[in-house]
């Protein structure tokens, strides 16, 4: 389970501080899921990196009891002198897992070929984020923080994505934010609605999606943070 | 769970953190190309060798009959020891920015690695000499073993501490990082590498001995060069001054622990 109590986060701005979170609180149990929709600035990625464990928040408390993935795909942590194979021996190394047997599904799925053992800053955008998600698949956690951020890349690898984490393992809990509202509808059994700092939870995804579009109406142009 | 397996647990996780981070470290520094990792040791020791070698051909032979060479290792590997241990920590959380990623790295993690490389690389490269001057009889043994160790692992922990401090600072303000390199400079002439504290007048002596480093590089002397040579340091105040430079440093690095805002 993880459980999120009245969780706030404020950061330093230029104008002062500025709440990003507020009061936030949510439980999921272990094999289930949740999707937060909510407008570009909202507070999604900072929100899944407090759950992740990356920041701290300012007040309120995340209990972890089961293990919780860091942020899905995401690709900043590579070393750009380190090869796609060294980066996979830190993250297995970093998580205590053997690295050996893993090699070949990394392989086949990025399709790197030869630029596996190449540095990374060698790679295009589409190679390091087939790179990104296939490390994200080599550690086996209860669950998995997806970000919008997977939904790029071409139609092929987002088919693979999708069989990856949603069938192979779909006894696993995730939470899912985007601003994709189809997204949501497709994946997840229950959803709610950043808005404002503040989580609203609703008992069918579709109450979410109307409650979203409401949002949507109020103020079309939300800024990207 | 029990506070004693739930403590095992965390230190398995600490060791595997830092494992996976040298070996991270060790490629990234160094490649895998020509020498890769042993420039680790060969570095220090150009620097050591260069220095030892200019003050010979300056002349710089002293009344006190100190032989130049031995000199020079045990001064410039000292000041290598703990000013290395800072300098690569400067900036070091922003280097490894991305890493803080995973829940279980944290900002002393990034630091231990790079105090744990620069400790053993200057430790290497001081053994390495020292045995190897040794052998071609430039350089007599030391007359103390234990005191010489005890002298280096202090002049250890006053680097490492020093290198959370700085470290951390760095993830403060970079102000921090622009000060660090004009006093690195700055502190080399007075660190007790370059002279024995007997040989400045009182007065000076005073102010010199403020400098913590002073007293290791003194007792690392006393350890080499036995009655040859008159020191003056104090083993307690240079233990009580990594203590508290220490405890300065952790509180400092929780703090940048908890501010630090991955992007």
């Given at each position: 389970m993880i459980?999120?109590e ?17 009061g936030?609180?949510?439980r999921?149990?272990?094999?289930r899921?949740l999707?937060?929709l909510g407008?570009?600035g909202a ?8 759950i ?6 300012t007040s ?7 293990s ?9 942590a590579?070393q750009?002198n380190l090869?796609g194979?060294?980066?996979l021996?830190?993250?297995c ?5 053997d690295y050996?047997?893993?090699?070949g599904?990394?392989?086949e799925?990025?399709?790197l070929?030869?630029y596996?053992r190449e540095?990374v800053?060698?790679?295009s955008h589409?190679?390091l ?9 080599a ?14 890349g ?23 934010v985007?601003?994709?509202?189809q997204?949501i ?8 609605v ?6 609203h ?6 109450e979410?999606?109307?409650?979203y579009?409401a949002?949507l ?6 800024v990207?943070? | 769970m029990?506070a004693?397996?739930s403590?095992l647990?965390s230190?398995?996780?600490?060791r ?6 040298l070996m991270?470290e060790?490629?990234t520094?160094?490649?895998?190309k ?10 220090p ?8 070698a ?16 031995a000199f020079?290792?045990t001064g410039?590997?000292?000041v290598?020891?703990w000013?290395n ?8 959380i922003e ?11 944290c900002v002393?993690d990034?630091l231990l ?6 400790v053993?690389?200057?430790t290497?490269?001081?053994a390495f000499?020292a045995?190897v001057?040794t052998a ?5 043994p ?7 160790t ?5 002049l250890a ?13 760095t ?5 921090v990082?622009?000060?660090w390199?004009p006093a ?6 007075i ?7 007997d040989w ?8 010199v ?7 290791g590089v003194e007792?690392?002397?006393e350890g ?14 240079l ?8 405890l ?6 929780r703090?940048?622990g908890?501010?630090?805002?991955v992007?």
């Amino acid at each position: 389970m993880i459980s999120v109590e009245n969780v706030s986060k404020v950061y330093s701005t230029r104008k002062g501080p500025r709440k990003v979170l507020d009061g936030v609180s949510f439980r999921l149990e272990r094999g289930r899921n949740l999707g937060i929709l909510g407008k570009n600035g909202a507070g999604k990625s900072t929100l899944i990196r407090l759950i992740s464990g990356a920041e701290q928040p300012t007040s309120g408390r995340i209990r972890r009891e089961m293990s919780v993935s860091w942020p899905l795909a995401f690709g900043g942590a590579f070393q750009t002198n380190l090869t796609g194979l060294d980066n996979l021996k830190f993250v297995c190394r970093a998580y205590g897992v053997d690295y050996r047997p893993l090699v070949g599904f990394v392989e086949e799925f990025t399709e790197l070929g030869v630029y596996f053992r190449e540095p990374v800053s060698h790679y295009s955008h589409g190679m390091l984020t087939r790179l990104a998600f296939a490390l994200s698949m080599a550690v086996e956690f209860d669950c998995f923080l997806i970000d919008e951020a997977m939904v790029v890349g071409d139609v092929r690898f987002h088919q693979r994505c999708h069989d990856e984490l949603f069938h192979k393992r779909r006894d696993r809990a995730f939470v899912l934010v985007t601003h994709e509202a189809q997204v949501i509808k497709l994946y997840c059994e229950r959803a709610s609605v950043l808005h404002e700092g503040r989580l609203h939870a609703f008992p069918t995804v579709d109450e979410a999606y109307d409650f979203y579009q409401a949002t949507l109406a109020e103020s079309p142009a939300a800024v990207e943070s | 769970m029990p506070a004693r397996d739930s403590l095992l647990r965390s230190l398995a996780i600490q060791r595997r953190i830092l494992h996976a981070l040298l070996m991270r470290e060790v490629i990234t520094r160094f490649g895998r190309k020509n020498l890769g990792v042993l420039w680790l040791v060969i570095e220090p020791m150009l620097f050591t060798l260069g220095v030892a070698a200019l003050w010979t051909a300056a002349g710089l032979q002293h009344s006190s009959g100190m032989p130049i060479i031995a000199f020079a290792i045990t001064g410039y590997s000292s000041v290598l020891l703990w000013r290395n241990c800072a300098s690569r920590s400067s900036m070091a959380i922003e280097q490894n920015f991305g890493l803080l990623y995973h829940r279980n790295v944290c900002v002393i993690d990034v630091l231990l690695t790079r105090i744990v490389l620069e400790v053993a690389g200057a430790t290497a490269s001081f053994a390495f000499l020292a045995a190897v001057f040794t052998a071609l009889d430039w350089m007599s043994p030391p007359g103390d073993l234990l005191l010489v160790t005890a002298g280096w692992v202090l002049l250890a922990w006053f680097g490492a501490a020093l290198a959370l401090v700085i470290g951390a600072g760095t993830a403060y303000s970079d102000v921090v990082e622009k000060l660090w390199h004009p006093a690195a400079y700055l502190l080399f002439p007075i660190s007790g590498a370059a002279f024995m504290v007997d040989w400045l007048p009182p007065a000076l002596r005073e102010a010199v001995l403020l400098l913590p480093m002073v007293h290791g590089v003194e007792m690392l002397r006393e350890g080499y060069f036995g009655s040859v040579v008159r020191t003056h340091y104090d083993a307690g105040y240079l233990v009580v001054s990594c203590l508290l430079l220490t405890l300065l440093g952790l509180y400092m690095v929780r703090d940048a622990g908890r501010r630090v805002e991955v992007r």
